[in-house]
């Protein structure tokens, strides 16, 4: 008899929609391990807050099948809701970057073992402004490129889909004159970008932020102000490589607040979290220390 149930949301539409195709393998996984698999199959954007609605005591995990914008959906309204269940995450999306760094893998069946495995762990979550996410929250040209690349290019070329669109967005880059705020001191300047970091990994780059642990209590800022374009570059090759940043126009330092607000631009913009379009600027982050618990490897 299967007393115990988890949850299994999943997005159809996610990445190359290869979790469709081995749903029936993952009940078997889990109704092996003695579980009740309730599923939930989303049919529209924003549409997960439904699958949760039947969450009671007799539930023991959530897990979601998508990319990093469906685990981030998920742990925002889990956070709203007050629901303390860990959280399984399947790499089904364009994009995985937590996941992966959670240790599970592209390969479905091994990421269900895993989880399985019931290792969890409590980690931080951010929130800017009233939304939690979980990995990165990204503002200027960067979320702008990811703004501007479709859907369907994504999930046809990955990673590529933003190389092509970033080549695109070269003519169009403007510095944004901002002010950052941490809970030390006041940052003014002009900025191409910046990266608030949870985790070491975006953009489906390992180790960009060095010192990042998703325990620590700290987010990892990386702020790219304006400067010689050859020398940003090959800066920025470094950092994609993991490797130690040494320029003067790249700020990295770590904080558990940050408040930024664009001073030279009337229009509203957003800031992108996790993939996806977030909240508009003025933004205010805070840290959310073991706020979340996640089945890792």
Not at 151 to 176: C, F, H, S
Not at 238 to 252: A, P, Q, R, T, V
Request: glycine share 8%.
């Amino acid at each position: 008899m299967q007393n115990k149930k988890v949850k299994l949301i999943y997005n159809p539409a996610a990445g190359d929609k290869s979790f469709n195709s081995y749903l029936d393998k993952f009940l078997k996984q889990f109704q092996t391990a003695g579980f009740k698999v309730d599923i939930y199959r989303s049919m529209e954007p924003g549409d997960f807050e439904a699958g949760l609605e039947n969450i009671d005591q007799s539930f023991e995990a959530v897990v979601v099948a998508g990319g990093d914008g469906s685990a981030s959906e998920i742990v925002d309204l889990l956070q709203k809701k007050n629901i303390d269940l860990p959280l399984g995450i399947i790499p089904a999306g364009t994009a995985n970057d937590f996941a992966t760094f959670l240790g599970m893998t592209k390969n479905i069946e091994n990421s269900v073992k895993r989880i399985l495995d019931w290792k969890v762990k409590e980690i931080d979550v951010g929130k800017v402004n009233d939304r939690y996410f979980l990995n990165v929250c990204v503002g200027g040209i960067i979320s702008q490129i990811a703004h501007g690349t479709e859907t369907e290019m994504k999930n046809r070329l990955g990673k590529v889909a933003y190389y092509l669109q970033g080549l695109k967005e070269l003519p169009n880059i403007k510095a944004m004159e901002l002010e950052i705020e941490t809970s030390q001191k006041i940052i003014e300047g002009d900025f191409l970008g910046f990266f608030i970091f949870n985790s070491k990994d975006a953009g489906g780059f390992k180790n960009i932020a060095r010192l990042a642990s998703i325990d620590d209590g700290l987010f990892d800022l990386l702020a790219v102000k304006t400067g010689n374009i050859l020398k940003l570059s090959s800066a920025a090759a470094d950092l994609f490589n993991g490797k130690e940043i040494k320029n003067e126009n790249l700020i990295y330092l770590q904080d558990n607040y940050f408040k930024i607000t664009i001073k030279n631009n009337n229009l509203e913009q957003h800031c992108d979290i996790d993939g996806e379009k977030g909240p508009a600027f003025p933004l205010e982050i805070k840290l959310i220390p073991s706020a979340q618990k996640v089945f890792t490897a």
